[in-house]
């Protein structure tokens, strides 16, 4: 992983896995709808950025991997995808 990429990342509670080749964070809403709607929102912005996060939601949980699979390693894409959730998440709270 790119020092760029690192200091945003660990700043903002992203964490490495897969031997730096994925980061991974937990996002925690009051309510499942509110997940859901989050999660809504995100769909359009990965489809408009054409990438994907790989993610799961139980409730009002959910939990993203970013990766860039072409490159097997984090790239600026997943960069991208993570300010927009979390800029969107702030507005949860």
Do not use: C, G, Q
């Not at 991974?24 to 990438?51: G, V, Y």
């Not at 390693?73 to 949860?92: G, H, V």
Request: glycine letters at 0%; hydrophobic letters at 35%; aromatic letters at 14%.
């Amino acid at each position: 992983m790119e020092k760029i990429l690192e200091s945003y990342f660990l700043s903002n509670n992203w964490k490495p896995t897969r031997k730096d080749k994925v980061v991974n964070k937990t996002f925690k809403f009051k309510s499942f709808k509110e997940a859901f709607s989050w999660m809504t929102e995100m769909a359009i912005n990965a489809e408009i950025l054409n990438h994907h996060p790989e993610w799961t939601n139980v409730y009002n949980s959910i939990e993203v991997n970013l990766t860039t699979h072409d490159l097997n390693d984090i790239s600026e894409k997943d960069l991208k995808l993570a300010k927009l959730m979390d800029s969107s998440f702030e507005k949860y709270y």
